[in-house]
T-cell receptor, first 108, second 110 residues
Framework: KNEVEQSPQNLTAQEGEFITINCSYS?????LHWLQQHPGGGIVSLFM???GKKKHGRLIATINIQEKHSSLHITASHPRDSAVYIC??????????FGQGTRLTINP | NAGVTQTPKFRVLKTGQSMTLLCAQD?????MYWYRQDPGMGLRLIHY???????AKGEVPDGYNVSRLKKQNFLLGLESAAPSQTSVYFC?????????FGPGTRLTVL
C-alpha cells in the first residue's frame, strides 16, 4: 500500500463546477504539499499545509491531521485548471513522498 | 531569476553509456533534490543535498551518483545506463514552504 493515496485518479468536469481532490496518508508527517503539473510537464507548488486551511485565488486546501487526510478544492473551475494535481507529504529531513497524482480535465 | 534549470532537456543513450545531468538554481537554496517520474507512479526521490558538499540517498538511489561541489549546482550521474533508467528526471530546490522544480529531462535508454 502506498504511503500517499490520491482519489480520484482521473476526474473530468464541466467548466464552472466545484472540484474536490482527496489525499490520504498513512504515516506521520510534518507538512503536506499540493503541486500542479501542467500538460507540458512543468511542476509548480501550490500550497504547503501543516494544519487548517489555506486559500489562494480559486484554490482552497484543507488538512485534517487526526484523520490523515487533505483535500484540494477548485471553485468555478476553468479549462486552464486542467492539469495533474499531486499531493506530497513531508516526512521530515525535508524529503517528500508523492502520491500518484489526479488528472483533472475541465471541458468548456 | 532563471529559477531552476536542467541540462539537457532530452537525451537518448545506449545501454552501458554514461552521462551527467546538470541542475542549476540561482535562488541560493540550501536543499536540492533529484527525482524520477515514471508512468503510473508518483515522483520518487533519487538523491538529495542539504547544502554544498553534502549528498544523501533517497528512495531509489541505485545506479545513480550525485555531487554538489557548488551550492548552485547539483549533478546527477549515470555510470552505466540501463533501460530501467528510462524516465523523466526532475531537479528541485527548496525554500521553507515551497519546492521549485526544473523543467525536466526526458531520458531514453535503448
Amino acid at each position: 500500500k502506498n504511503e500517499v493515496e490520491q482519489s480520484p485518479q482521473n476526474l473530468t468536469a464541466q467548466e464552472g463546477e466545484f472540484i474536490t481532490i482527496n489525499c490520504s496518508y498513512s504515516v506521520g508527517i510534518s507538512a503536506l504539499h499540493w503541486l500542479q503539473q501542467h500538460p507540458g510537464g512543468g511542476i509548480v507548488s501550490l500550497f504547503m499545509l501543516s494544519s487548517g486551511k489555506k486559500k489562494h485565488g480559486r484554490l482552497i486546501a484543507t488538512i485534517n491531521i487526526q484523520e490523515k487526510h487533505s483535500s484540494l478544492h477548485i471553485t468555478a473551475s476553468h479549462p486552464r485548471d486542467s492539469a495533474v494535481y499531486i499531493c506530497a507529504v513531508d516526512r521530515g529531513a525535508q524529503k517528500l513522498v508523492f502520491g500518484q497524482g489526479t488528472r483533472l480535465t475541465i471541458n468548456p | 531569476n532563471a529559477g531552476v534549470t536542467q541540462t539537457p532537456k532530452f537525451r537518448v543513450l545506449k545501454t552501458g553509456q554514461s552521462m551527467t545531468l546538470l541542475c542549476a538554481q540561482d535562488m541560493n537554496h540550501e536543499y536540492m533534490y533529484w527525482y524520477r517520474q515514471d508512468p503510473g507512479m508518483g515522483l520518487r526521490l533519487i538523491h538529495y543535498s542539504v547544502g554544498e558538499g553534502t549528498t544523501a540517498k533517497g528512495e531509489v538511489p541505485d545506479g545513480y551518483n550525485v555531487s554538489r561541489l557548488k551550492k548552485q549546482n547539483f549533478l546527477l550521474g549515470l555510470e552505466s545506463a540501463a533501460p530501467s533508467q528510462t524516465s523523466v528526471y526532475f531537479c528541485a530546490s527548496r525554500e521553507w514552504d515551497e519546492q521549485f522544480f526544473g523543467p525536466g529531462t526526458r531520458l531514453t535508454v535503448l
